[in-house]
Structures are given as C-alpha cells and as structure tokens.
C-alpha cells in the first residue's frame, strides 16, 4: 500500500508540474538555439522496479534512473503535506477531529499526534478504493511497460480527480470555473486539475465547518446548564467549564461518541 502510495503521489506531481516542464523546455529552444539538442527521455527496460531512464545527448547515452529517482523523492517529502491537503479526505477529517477537542474543552488531550495518527490512517482507510483503482489504471501498466508516461499520468490523475468532484458542491465548482473565465463543463472528465482542487478545498471546509457547529451543540448545551446552575446556587466565582467538563466527557463515552464520530466522517464521503 505504502509503495503504491508513493508510487501515486509521484504520478501526481510529475502532472502537477508538466506544464512548467513544456514551458521551460520551450523557453530554453528559443534561447539556446546554439545547443546541441537532447532526444527525448525513452524508456528502457528493465527487470524490475520504475523503468530506466537514459537521455541522448549527441550520440552519448547517460542514465540518470538513480539521479531522478533522489530528486522525486526529495521532492514528495517536500509537498507530501500540500497533496495530502489537496486531493484526499484528510482536510475535512483533522478539522473536524481539531473541533471535538474544543468542543470538549479538554486542551491537548488526545495530543496533536494521536489526532494527526487518526486522521492520517481514516485517510488511508477512505482513499484506498482511489489508490487501488489509481494504481491498476495507470502506475502497474506503467510499471509493466504497457503504457508510457504521458499515458500512465492522466490514468492515474483520473481517479483523483473524479473523488475530489464528487465531494465538490457544484456552487463551488461554478465559482471557480467562473474565475477561471471557462465555460461550464460538459463532463466531469472535462475539468482540469487546477480548477478542481481550490473547489474541492473550499468545499470540504464548509463541510468540516458544519460538521463541527452540530458537534458543538450538545456540549455547548452541558455548558450553559451547569453555567446556570452555579448561578442560581450563589457559585458565580466558579468556572462552569472546570463542572462541566466531566458530564460532556462522561456524556462522549456513554453515547460511543469516537465510533460514532470515525463512522459518520468515513461514511459521508460515500454518500
């Protein structure tokens, strides 16, 4: 799961950063017309494992498999949080995890760890039909040199792209595609990347934002009852949160409030 994983993510940049590629490789052709040109990267292959890459340049081959493969891992450790934001479930499960805690008022417990461990592996758990069907669609025919590159990026792209448009309320999607300047889309295979993902962003926040507000309303209802209560008994110096954090804990326990929390965030993203 975890290489497929990696495998994917470095799919996702490679097609996050193809249109600077073809601009860059653009600008130096109009530049640096005195340069021996370089053929295009081919793959060869091998036995096992991401195909070998070597790059022509005037007659010379030069492999450069060990090179590429540093920097793209260099490079996913660097904007993993930024993908892991944009194009799963994982924004919309730590905001509304982050909002238990203030709801009950318990400070730092769970710690931020135990938080950032639950949402990242409830991640895992809602992506995995994604990652499955990424990975047999674009990275393993990539890997058995079925398909190529150019092939293998918008197969495994698709899936992606097709979850984050079902969790996107079409009033987002219209918002951005309006300033995007585009007109409507026919598909939802028509929508490019770039208009995608600000929409599925803003969309999950408010689904997270009103998941949270039905969160507070039970323990904010302990709040004002013990608040009203210690006024009425003359006890205005002590803190109602101090009373009121035992009943809203004991009231989390009796009601199964984490299997019932994990289920209805795993479950809204199939509905």
Do not use: C
């Not at 996702?12 to 601009?23: G, I, Q, S």
């Not at 461990?117 to 040199?145: E, I, Q």
């Not at 490019?192 to 926040?205: G, H, K, N």
């Amino acid at each position: 799961m975890y290489n497929r994983l990696f495998t994917l993510i470095v799919l996702a940049l490679l097609l996050a950063f193809t249109p600077f590629a073809h601009a860059a490789t653009a600008t130096v052709a109009t530049t640096s017309a005195a340069v021996t040109p370089i053929a295009p990267i081919a793959p060869i292959t091998s036995s096992a494992g991401i195909p070998v890459l070597t790059v022509q340049n005037a007659g010379a081959g030069q492999n450069w498999s060990l090179s590429l493969q540093v920097v793209a891992l260099m490079t996913v450790l660097t904007l993993l949080p930024a993908v892991l934001l944009m194009m799963t479930s994982f924004t919309r499960i730590i905001i509304v995890l982050s909002f238990l805690r203030q709801a009950l008022a318990t400070q730092s417990t769970p710690p931020n760890q135990v938080l950032l461990g639950l949402a990242l592996f409830l991640t895992l758990f809602v992506m995995s039909p994604v990652l499955n069907r990424a990975y047999d669609d674009g990275v393993k025919p990539y890997m058995d040199h079925q398909i190529s590159a150019e092939q293998a990026i918008p197969a495994a792209a698709a899936p992606f792209k097709h979850f984050m448009l079902d969790q996107t309320r079409d009033a987002d999607l219209q918002l951005f595609t309006h300033l995007a300047k585009e007109q409507p889309y026919a598909s939802k295979d028509d929508v490019p990347f770039r208009v995608a993902m600000p929409a599925f962003i803003t969309s999950e926040l408010k689904t997270a934002f009103q998941m949270g507000f039905l969160l507070f309303i039970p323990f904010l209802v302990i709040d004002v009852v013990v608040a009203s209560v210690l006024m009425s008994m003359g006890m205005a110096m002590v803190s109602p949160s101090i009373i009121s954090l035992p009943f809203k804990i004991m009231l989390f326990v009796m009601v199964d409030g984490w299997s019932l929390l994990v289920g209805t965030l795993a479950g809204s993203f199939y509905t």
